[in-house]
């Protein structure tokens, strides 16, 4: 077996990464482990410093997501410890008592940090806020959760007709309502919810699909009146309930999980165990996808794990096909279309992924910048207005790509490139420890096994 040469060239502001992929083939091989949930790692956060008494967060993911929040609620009172993923403590303030910060609020690059906290910083009375972010998220829709937010009677300014960050906040005394959802968003969802935690009565979220839910098993745990009907896939929270502090054992994040089942996929020869990942049925739309495309992938060691579905994923190489991607699962797999869609530039026939226009308004244009940056490679790929049509089976060439500093695009880029004769460099390729510090370190590792 022989290995790819992986390296990590680092200038004052960008890290580029260099992948020049060997002559006889390379194949994947050993166990490995991923970063904690992104979107649990949030949720601990918050609902930890709002609730009484101490949460204790193990397998926090490290990532700059989570640290932006952790710093936002830091700054509102709540004791948040050093972030580490053995045992993160935090000391809550109790429901409705986050103070006025004294300075701006900054929320990285974080949408989930912004949005979700959005409504938790709208339903504090009395209170003044200013959020911000980057670049990035400063170009990132925010109508979304501010309309419904104005429904319930929030007070939320913003530039550009109450669309963009920065925000400002004058925290009131919300009403309960029942929205109807035009997106199947678990960030809007989530907002909602987090601001009817503080609504006297029952406020309601209706979407037009399930989208993850995360939020719902996480303020169950924690002593929130909740209910779901998934028949009309709503969920109701009744407001007032005093939050208490618990244990969360963050899962493996398989957005994470994603980028190494589909190296392992079309890498020929490899197999990889990938341990302690969430399988949470509101997020595994990716195995869902996988396994239309024949993927050859196996759950063992099945179990439960505070509250959440947790497994360890082999993955060996097989040859792919393509499939049609689009309806009610593309919210289950929305973050991983990337990666898909470099796994569908490696399968027979056409892959199309439909359903997917939010993906426009990610960190970067996903589907702008994935279809041209694996042209760029030599793939076939063409733009639609909400998704991709893929036509696989061309092999792609070393070339420059750019993350657009996008950690999903970083490393499905990366993935790509294995399969690549000759050299690639991915520009801006730090935007990986957004989610996945140790991205570059475990691609390295793998790479180099013999």
Do not use: F, Q, W, Y
């Given at each position: 077996m022989s290995a790819a040469v992986v390296t990590l060239n680092i200038t004052e502001h960008q890290q580029n990464l260099m992948i020049q992929s060997p002559v006889s083939g390379l194949s994947l091989q050993g166990c490995l482990t991923v970063p904690g949930d992104k979107s649990?790692?949030?949720?601990?956060l918050m609902l930890g410093a709002i609730a009484q008494g101490e949460t204790l967060i193990q397998g926090l993911l490290l990532g700059e997501d989570p640290r932006s929040t952790a710093s936002c609620f830091?700054?509102?009172?709540?004791?948040?410890s050093e972030l580490n993923t053995e045992q993160v403590i935090v000391k809550g303030?109790?429901?409705g008592q986050l103070q006025e910060p004294e300075d701006v609020l900054n929320a990285g690059n974080s949408g989930t940090t912004l949005r979700l906290m959005l409504g938790i910083l709208a339903s504090q009375p009395g209170r003044f806020f200013t959020v911000t972010g980057d670049s990035s998220l400063r170009s990132r829709p925010m109508s979304r959760v501010i309309k419904p937010l104005q429904q319930m009677g929030a007070q939320i300014w913003?530039?550009?007709g109450a669309t963009l960050a920065p925000l400002a906040i004058q925290g009131q005394q919300l009403k309960p309502i029942h929205y109807h959802s035009p997106i199947a968003s678990a960030q809007v969802k989530?907002?909602?919810?987090?601001?009817?935690?503080?609504?006297?009565?029952q406020t309601t979220v209706t979407e037009p699909a399930l989208s993850r839910d995360h939020s719902e098993r996480m303020l169950q745990a924690f002593g929130a009146q909740l209910s779901v009907d998934p028949e009309s896939k709503s969920v109701t929270i009744t407001g007032l309930a005093q939050l208490q502090g618990q244990t969360v054992i963050v899962p493996g994040d398989i957005s994470s999980a994603a980028f190494w089942l589909v190296a392992g996929a079309i890498v020929p020869g490899s197999e990889l165990l990938i341990?302690?990942?969430?399988?949470?049925?509101?997020?595994?739309?990716?195995?869902?996808a996988l396994s239309m495309m024949g993927a050859d992938i196996n759950l063992e060691n099945q179990r439960v794990v505070a509250g959440e579905p947790v497994a360890d994923l082999r993955v060996r190489y097989g040859q792919l096909k393509g499939c049609e991607i689009a309806g009610d699962v593309i919210p289950r797999l929305i973050d991983e279309i990337p990666i898909l869609a470099v796994a569908a530039v490696f399968a027979e026939g056409t892959t199309v992924i439909r359903d997917a226009?939010?993906?426009r308004v990610k960190e970067s244009d996903r589907i702008a910048v994935m279809a041209s940056q694996l042209n760029q490679m030599g793939a076939r790929v063409?733009?639609?207005?909400?998704?991709l049509e893929i036509t696989g089976g061309t092999p792609l060439v070393g070339t420059d790509v750019d993350s657009h500093t996008d950690h999903r695009i970083a490393m499905s880029l990366a993935v790509a490139a294995l399969n690549a004769t000759g050299t690639t460099t991915i520009h801006g390729a730090e935007a990986a420890a957004i989610s996945y510090p140790d991205f570059t370190t475990t691609l390295q590792r793998l790479c180099n096994q013999r």
């Open positions: 649990i790692s949030h949720r601990a830091r700054a509102m009172g709540a004791e948040i303030i109790g429901l913003a530039r550009k989530s907002c909602i919810l987090l601001a009817g935690l503080m609504v006297e009565g341990e302690n990942v969430g399988v949470n049925p509101t997020r595994t739309g990716v195995l869902e226009a939010e993906l063409t733009e639609l207005p909400d998704g």
